[in-house]
């Protein structure tokens, strides 16, 4: 590598790393403040690029017609995250911190939606900055002048909020309010304008992001998602509701992308998750973090009230009409009540984590992921036949869940959530870059049932043994003598050491059977599809059970699968009749979100 | 000018507080004695709306408080000054201060200084470095920039060395001199003896003892039935 090349990608990586520090620090601060994980922070980013696309051929300013839409775009968008905060957000704060959560993600689908109808799907170039559109000579190498604005301007940006977080008394208490809201209360500080200002400051940041992007690479509408992981890293890295934190991470970040493009082509994508998993193995509060104060975790935020069960003769009722109906059906509703029961068994899964264990993972659609890359890569390589792949997925999806699990039961709450997050990204990425064996974007296809299995009522029978048997078999570990020492840990991780648990070795098999259960749903689903994709291991496929649960009620192991036919079907019945589906499925959500804040099977029992 | 009348108090399932009633008259220091874990820091925070009130009523002055944010609670001028004295770690003692500063202004920076000389020494120090004794003076302040018509202090004595101990039972004698109400929960007996005029006392929940000092030295069965020994 010769120096002028090693410059350049320096100076690349830094240019990168402003563009993430302002997305980043937003991202950052409004978690510091009002412990929201804003999922929907990528797409107000995207919807500042649009907006300035739009406003720089509209506005009559000539060449500074680009300067006024980047300011106007972040200015509109801190607008926007100003009336998030108070339509919506504000009336759950009472709520486990995780509706918030289900809220924003929530946001996501609308706003992608909202893009997509407004400017349409293909890709769209934005405009150059005037006066800084050329190149300028660097170490024998043209680099883009804008870059290098950029990264002038990303200091200057850090400047600024130095000075109003340590010059200002609103940025004492920001400060203050990052440590101990109460307290800041209790000193006769108003949270709610608090917290609503925050909110609209980190939204403007991320316009303030998007919108300088914009001559950087081209509009597209999937540029939220891939903008809000990267984001997680960052935050994550430099510690969660640290601005400095964010800057340093951004840098770290931006330079290794850079670098890792020269060195690793072929591995970039796990590089950066890579790092991510172990700063937070190291240090698990980020370079800069400090850790949680006592009692907040995400545990504790979903405190359960006692599982009243559900009446068995519901469930018989149930059961009759699962056996019975399907014959019945067309085939297309077989093929959705296959999706609905792995889904169902998926979530089932996920809540022995997070209801019973209080462990919120971020990344569990790695077992998902692993359970049908497992049998397809059983069956295309080792060439086993299909009964065996089906019954060995899940167990390939454990074993992989024991040793992500060693890592990941160390930490807890929001940096568990995280570090889950980071595997989930590393298993994507491998199985994404990785050509020859997993196909790739192409994904493994002709992932078919066995012959004597593959019509859909056979193959319907076979799903609805494996995953009410799976389902059963959580509820039976739940309420299990080891489920109660998980409830022990989650409620009160020390109360339960003192009286002689060990909490990370039930927290550990609690992540491996997790996986298991996961891993049955993925092989589950991947033979009824007949092929296997990388997103099966993608963000969103991690927060689709997460919804599930939570739309269903945390509370209860019957609100899993209640919350995934829920969701499945609004999905299932809003894709047929819209092209705009994930508008209909967002508003949906946050109608619920608003309307039972404690899950469908709160009310359900209430009632 | 503080009443609770009949406050019933639950933290999360658990009822902790059953028909607290109890007064604190404009200029006056009123203990509120018990053991740990009998519910003084609980009936603090019913005040202050930091646990769920279900039942009772609290006013300060004319104006009910029951139900209101804490930090409404705190611009009425209730000063709570929390056992565990949450000072913000990552702030200056400066900066500290200056998070309570709002309303009346009848504190200032100066005035604070003058009343807790260590902390004009350590004014650009983060909180989180200063001792147990200097972080009790730093949170006492604190609460005092709000400018409160009363404050409730929670075990102030609470792990402080005896030397500190006097001086800040002098501090607090002083807040008394200039008017200030003061609600004080106390495990310590002669700490409360020094500064209040009369005494609660508080065990399970529920008051078993209101009156002044002598009293209560008269009836050596109540100390040792509600009181740690000493």
Redo the contacts between chains.
Sequence with gaps: MSPSIIVVQLLSGLAKAMVLFLIASGLSLIFGVTRVVNFAHGSLYMLAAYLTYSLTAALPFGAASFYVSVLAAAVAVGLVGLVIEVGLLRRVYKAPELYQLLLTFALVLVISDVVKLAWGSENKTGPSAPGLAGSVPIAGQLFPTYDLALIVFGPLVALALWWLFYRT?WG??I??AT??R???????????RLFTAVFALGSALAGLGGALQVPRQPLTIVMDTSIITEAFVVVVIGGMGSVPGALLAAVMIGVIEAFGVLVLPKATLVMTFAVMAIVLIVRPWGLLG?PESQGRGAGGAI?STSAVPVPRAAIVALLAALVALPPLLPTFHVWVLVEILAFALFAASLHLLMGTGGMVSFGHAASFGLGAYGAALLMKLAGVTMPVAFVAAPVVAAACALVIGFFCVRLSSIYFAMLTLAFAQIAYAIVHQWYDVTGGDNGLLGVWPARWLATPLRYYYLALVACVAGIALLGVIGRAPFGLVLRAARDHARRAEAVGVNVRRHQWLAFVIAGFFGGLAGATFVFLKGSAFPDYFSVPRSVEPLVMVLLGGVQAPAGAPLGAAIYKILDTVATKYTEYWQMVLGVILVTLVLAFPRGVIGVLRRG | MLELRDVHAVYGRSHVLHGISLTARAGEVVSLLGRNGAGKSTTLKAIVGLVEVTRGTITLGERSLRGLPTHAISRAGIGWVPEDRRIFGDLTVRENLLVGEAGARRWSLDRLYALFPQLRALAGQPGGSLSGGEQQMLTIARTLMTSPRLLLLDEPSEGLAPVVVKALAENIATLKREGLTILLSEQNLAFARRLADRAYIIEKGEIKFEGPFATLDAQPEIRRAYLSVG
């Design positions: 008394r004492v208490l400060r203050a440590q101990d109460e307290m800041v209360a209790a000193l006769g500080v108003d949270q709610a400090r405190a």
